[in-house]
């Protein structure tokens, strides 16, 4: 009897494994001639909305968010570490209409930060707030799927109560916003 012997295959070069081998967990560590700084920053203040849209991965309707002074400690150590620019989102921003802007009003006069802006669904915004906190706010992003209110209802557009259609009516009447999609 004769044996067989079976022929191993010789191995990939490692840039070419397919499943590399894992390498033991080393933290990021920046050259050392710099450290990182934050210029950007996308703070969430909280996660609520008023709109219970299906396609959202925004989906806990029942968070909380820090009070006044802890949000204004935490952007000031931001800054302090470089921060320029300031984004507000959520959920959705305008639920707490005067804590958003008393912190836009902060880190404009007091942070003295280069830019801020928010992300809204455009649907809470009043020209009352603009009004009043406009100066602190440069820029301004509305969620805007759709101007076609079937196409906002096929996508699951609704708001909180579950009613659909209603962004579009919502956010029209408003001018600052009606030509900003």
């Known amino acids: 009897m004769r044996s067989h012997r079976i022929k191993r295959a010789k191995p990939y070069p490692p840039e070419h494994d397919i499943c590399p081998r894992p390498r033991p967990y080393q933290p990021y560590r920046p050259p050392s ?54 984004n507000i989102s959520g959920g959705e921003p305008f639920l707490h209409a005067q804590f958003l802007g008393k912190l836009l009003r902060f880190a404009k006069e007091e942070l003295q930060l280069e830019g801020t802006g928010v992300i809204c669904n455009g649907s809470l915004v009043t020209q009352a707030w603009i009004d009043e906190y406009g100066d602190y706010l440069d820029f301004m992003g509305v969620s805007c799927d759709s101007f076609d209110e079937e196409t906002n209802e096929a996508i699951g557009r609704r708001d909180g109560r579950g009613r659909q259609g209603m962004h579009w009516r919502k956010v029209h009447p408003h001018d600052t916003l009606g030509n900003a999609c």
């Open 33 to 86: 001639d710099r450290s990182p700084i934050p210029v950007s920053v996308n703070y969430f203040p909280h996660r609520q909305c008023n709109y219970a849209c299906v396609f959202c991965f925004h989906t806990n309707l029942s968070s909380t968010r820090l009070s006044l002074p802890r949000a204004q400690e935490g952007l000031r150590m931001l800054a302090a570490a470089g921060m320029k620019k300031l």
